[in-house]
């Protein structure tokens, strides 16, 4: 990271700007005015004044740019919200989006250095290749988009407070896999599989503490004994960030209930609730994406499955596991699109430094979901490395961002 004065942080690191190096040039289809370039797999449109190494900031798909870096870069499309008196091409959400220019393609937004002059002039000769910031001091620069969604909070929230410690844990941000390329080798076993696009829930029997009793309680107190601790295994349900109330009405605690009984004890099940809301409203959890549901209905996908046991030490099941207990008590899992070793996705004629782009190619460009009644795109696919320790990387579809 660059050694400066000013403190570069990172919120999501998803969604935050990067210091890169342009790279080759090449023309584009009927933009005269404008050539193309790849950034971290990812193709970029830029005036045709940008040369080959060029130091440039890249914002990617769907981080949002702040007000304030709009505001002096002259980026809002009301010229009223600018520095100086002229209009830029962004709403006030500051969304980066994937665009098309006659066809072509751009995934993120490059700028260069000296848009951060407004916080410091000296910024851009200190900044290296590879530094990753979404602020600067206390300036916002990016922030991950966030979506409008038709969920509700229908119940108030009710933590787990006897859950033992250790016990439960969140699924992990998984990682956009341009960010992390070398992370997969040619010889690493891997699982592709399609990414859902409706709201996260994890379903889990774990250990939970006994509450003491008043003559404990008393004997704690005023004799110093400690009483054992009493576990047993009870239910917990979460949404991707908040535990939930498994007796509630809200979708999460609904979607728990139909799998309460297949659960068992130490296990952690995380899945994907796709469909519409159980209720009147007729909405669908996200717009357009049905997944082939009736009004009222969802359906769940399992994409992950861990053990816990009682010493907060957790395993994950194999990709091929959650498949097979998924299969045996009637789930379903997320649809598998390739299993096997990552060098099978390379062409003979090409090398494994095409990797990424062969895995946008096979699976995403112009990719149709086909397990929805409505016309739309996958949303993604989510590459995992099969090993004992859980790593998985995403790419979304240009098409749906």
């Known amino acids: ?77 009301d010229r009223e919200l600018n520095i100086l008196n002229i209009s830029g091409y962004f709403e006030n959400h500051g969304r980066v989006r994937c665009i098309k220019f006659h066809g072509n393609k751009s995934e993120g937004l490059l700028m260069p250095l000296s848009s951060l002059d407004y916080i410091d002039p000296n910024i851009k000769n200190t900044l290296n290749v590879g530094d990753v910031f979404d602020r600067i001091d206390n300036h916002e620069i990016c922030h991950k988009t966030q979506p409008v969604s038709s969920l509700k909070m229908y119940e108030n929230n009710k933590n787990n407070l006897n859950l033992l410690e250790g016990q439960f844990k969140y699924h992990i941000d998984t990682p956009l896999f341009y960010r992390y390329l070398d992370n997969i080798k040619e010889n690493d076993l891997i699982s592709i599989t ?25 004997c704690k107190l005023f004799c110093g004994f400690k009483s054992p601790k009493k576990l047993y295994y009870s239910e917990v349900c979460s949404s991707r960030r908040t535990i939930r ?30 469909g519409y809301m159980p209720d009147d409203s007729g909405k669908l959890i996200q717009k357009a994406y049905d ?38 008590y009637g789930l379903k899992s997320v649809p598998e699109l390739f299993y096997g070793r990552a060098i099978e996705l390379i062409d003979k004629d090409s090398n494994f430094s095409d990797f990424f782009t062969n895995l946008k190619r096979i699976f995403l460009d112009n990719v149709k979901d086909t397990l929805c009644k409505n016309d739309v795109p996958i949303e993604g696919i989510v590459i995992r490395k099969e090993s004992f320790k859980f790593e998985a990387y995403k790419i979304k579809s240009s098409e749906f961002m």
């Open 194 to 218: 399609r990414k859902m696009h409706g709201t996260s829930c994890i379903s889990a029997k774990l250990l939970h503490v006994r509450k003491l009793k008043w003559y404990n309680k008393i």
């Open 1 to 77: 990271m660059a050694s400066l004065d000013k403190k570069l942080s990172i919120g999501d690191e998803n969604y935050s700007a990067m210091v890169v190096k342009v790279g080759k040039l090449f023309p584009l289809k009927d933009l005269d005015k404008l050539m193309g370039t790849y950034v971290l797999g990812n193709q970029v449109i830029i005036k045709n004044d940008v040369k080959e190494n060029d130091v440039k900031i890249y914002f990617p798909v769907e981080c949002s740019l702040s007000t304030e870096y709009m505001k002096f870069n002259n980026l809002h499309k």
């Open 245 to 274: 109330d498994i007796e509630g009405n809200s979708i999460w605690a609904i979607a728990h209930r139909k799998i309460r009984n297949i659960i068992k004890d130490g296990y952690t099940f995380y899945y994907e609730i796709v």
């Open 291 to 328: 997944y082939s549901c009736q009004p009222k209905t969802f359906e769940i996908y399992v994409y992950r499955i861990t053990y816990t046991n009682s010493q907060g030490h957790t395993i994950e099941l194999p990709f091929k596991h959650v498949q097979e207990y998924c299969t045996i």
